[in-house]
């Protein structure tokens, strides 16, 4: 059993940024993705990386503006949101999934999951 944790989250102006942070132990045996779920909307993938560090996107635009890392000694993931704007709000999740290369960010791959962090864009 992998128990995921998220911290970083808060109330930030637009155009700011934030640092999300997933810990766990055992951790660095999986790889690791970042999800949010808006107010009234379901929830969608970010990012994953994997045990190596190899990254994938959802889209474009998170690519753009979310970068992921981790730290395998530390056992944690990192979530940097730059450039954040008001449909940023959201709570968002990490979750593990077994495969050593992250395999995307479909929610049924991973069978971990944290219980997530708030983050309020607003001025």
């Known amino acids: 059993q992998l128990h995921l944790v998220e911290s970083g989250g808060g109330l930030v102006q637009p155009g700011g940024s934030l640092r999300l942070s997933c810990a766990a132990s055992g951790m660095e045996h999986y790889s690791i993705g970042w999800f949010r779920q808006a107010p009234g909307k379901e929830r969608e993938g970010l990012v994953c990386?994997?045990?190596?560090?190899?990254?994938?996107d959802a889209t474009d635009s998170v690519k753009a503006r979310f970068t992921i890392s981790r730290d395998n000694t530390k056992n944690t993931v990192d979530l940097q949101i730059a450039g954040l704007k008001p449909e940023d709000t959201a709570v968002y999740f990490c979750?593990?999934?077994?495969?050593?290369?992250?395999?995307?960010?479909?929610?049924?791959?991973?069978?971990?999951w944290g219980q997530g962090t708030q983050v309020t864009v607003s001025s």
């Open positions: 979750a593990a999934d077994l495969h050593y290369f992250c395999q995307g960010t479909a929610e049924e791959a991973f069978g971990f």
């Open positions: 990386i994997g045990v190596n560090g190899d990254r994938r």
